[in-house]
């Protein structure tokens, strides 16, 4: 079955290269908040990523990502408010890098990693 370009933008997030892309670009991003470039963390908390996900999902064979058990569990519990609730974090981690916060920092990152996990409990909603 072929997938549509939404089929590809939900399952692209689970490929290698993009949450590499993205955990090292959030890694880079803090860093450079907490040191005050604003103009370089903005670049590097968006453009990597954009990038990747393009590349992804332009070139990358995402059908056995879709089929796999995190394909299904992704697009399960990956709605747009799940998405919503990921940028919120990500958000939360930036504005704590920016205060030099590490409590901030961490308690963005718990929220990313709580959307993420959202499902493991088998009650989604």
Request: charged share 10%; net charge positive; glycine share 8%.
């Amino acid at each position: 079955m072929t997938m549509t370009l939404a089929d590809k933008a939900l399952i692209h997030q689970i490929h290698p290269a993009k949450l590499a892309t993205d955990i090292s670009s959030s890694l880079v991003s803090v860093w450079l908040l907490w040191q005050h470039a604003l103009a370089w963390g903005i670049v590097v908390t968006f453009v990597p990523p954009a990038i990747a996900s393009a590349l992804v999902i332009r070139f990358a064979h995402l059908e056995p990502l879709r089929d796999s058990r995190l394909g299904r569990y992704v697009a399960r519990i990956m709605t747009p408010a799940t998405q919503g609730v990921r940028l919120a974090g990500a958000l939360v981690m930036a504005v704590g890098a920016w205060q030099r916060s590490w409590l901030l920092v961490i308690a963005g990152l718990a929220v990313v990693a709580a959307a993420w996990a959202r499902g493991l409990t088998g009650r989604i909603g």
